[in-house]
Each structure stands twice: as C-alpha cells, then as structure tokens.
C-alpha cells in the first residue's frame, strides 16, 4: 500500500527550462510535506517543505505547490541548472516527526 | 560539527552472518530514526526512537533489531542477514526538535550474498 507516490521514475529537461516534479498521496491524514534532493552515494539533502494550511511555499528557485482536495504536489524548479541533476524525493507526515516517502524521480538537466 | 555519522560506509556478508550498523548524532535531538532505501521503493522507515531508551516499529522492521543507549547514539542490528537484506541504509534525525525535516547521514551500503 504506497501511501505516497511519484509515478514518474525519470525526467528530462533542457538547462534553464522549468522541471516540474509530481506527486501524489492517499493518506488524508499527512498534514505536512518535505522534499529532497539525493545525489549518488550521498544521504537525501532536505529542499523544501509546505504546511497542509498552505497551498504554495517558495524558496528561490524552488517552488512547492499542494493541492489538498487532488492529493497532490509538485515540486517546481525555475531556472533548471545542471547541479539540479539528481534523484528527487517527496515525503509526507501525518505526525511524530515519522516520514513516509515515494519512490523517487531521477531528474537530468541536459546542457 | 557532522551532524549525523555512519559507520561502516560499506559492508558484505554472507547469508546468516550478523553485524551491527551504528549511527552517531551531535544534535543534541531526540528522534532518530533508520531507513533503507531500494531501487523503485524509495525510503521505508525501518525503526526509529523517539527519546532514550525507547524504540518503536516502523514500516519494514522484520529482520532488524534496534537499540538506543544514550541521546546520540542509536544502532541497527541484523542478527542473521538474508540477500533481501542487501540496501543502503540511512539514518537520520531532526534538523530542529520542533520541525519535521530530517537530517540524514551518508548512508552504509550492505550487500549480502
């Protein structure tokens, strides 16, 4: 039972085009979302994070969108650069500082 | 100031062997919490510990035992590896005791054939 879920395994964009990363979530309970960054032989990079009562938290070029009634956020980047290249993983909490993760998106920002 | 420590970054037994994977935080923070990670899976949540001397189940548990000896430290056991076991394992704690984000360390590589 994936609770949170990021359908796309893999993405491709131009440098200085936007990356947008989806994912959804079925738990109605996660009250709070987190991004991160992860490159190869390294831990996961903490990104961005939004609050349930909000539907858009912004970081320079990072931007968070949740859209409580779809179950869903997304995860932009503008410009993308090619120190973006990474595997990106979103994440949910419903409380206890516990974190339920997808499965990952491998983003590739192509000169 | 390292944050959060793992040792070993990598390992490889054999079917039945045990080890003990050991995570060190200087946060001075509470929580701590060990995952795996696999291909197509992302992070599943394997144990975790909310304070010291406390330890609770987390989504893949089977296999793996827990202890936490004191604030900092907090240790994964595997008493008999099996290959499904093979994964690199994170553990991790809170940037701040009062926020959700987790801070994770390197990561051990452990293949197990």
Redesign the interface.
């Given at each position: 039972d994936q609770q949170v879920k990021q359908n796309s395994p893999s993405l491709s964009v131009q440098e200085g085009r936007i990356s947008i990363l989806n994912c959804d979530y079925t738990n109605s309970m996660f009250d709070y979302f987190l991004w991160y960054k992860k490159y190869p032989a390294e831990g996961p990079t903490f990104l961005i994070s939004i609050s349930s009562i909000k539907d858009k938290n912004e970081d320079g070029r990072f931007t968070v969108f949740l859209n409580k009634s779809a179950k869903h956020l997304s995860l932009h980047i503008v410009p993308s650069q090619p120190g973006d290249s990474a595997v990106y993983f979103c994440a949910a909490s419903g409380g206890a500082q516990k974190l339920v993760f997808g499965q990952g998106t491998r983003l590739t920002i192509n000169p | 100031n390292a944050g959060?420590t793992q040792t070993p970054k990598f390992q490889v037994l054999k079917t039945g062997q045990s080890m003990t994977l050991q995570c060190a935080q200087d946060m001075n923070h509470n929580?701590m919490?060990w995952?795996r990670q696999d291909p197509?899976?992302?992070?599943?949540?394997i144990y975790?510990s909310?304070s010291e001397g406390t330890t609770d189940k987390?989504?893949v548990p089977n296999g793996y035992n827990v202890s936490r000896l004191n604030k900092r430290e907090f240790s994964l056991r595997l008493e008999s590896a099996a290959p499904s076991q093979t994964s690199v394992y994170?553990c991790?704690s809170?940037?701040d005791p009062a926020r959700?984000?987790?801070?994770?360390?390197?990561?051990t590589r452990l293949t197990v054939t």
């Open positions: - | 959060v929580s919490y995952y197509g899976m992302g992070l599943r949540l975790y909310a987390g989504e994170f991790a809170p940037r959700t984000e987790q801070y994770f360390g390197p990561g």
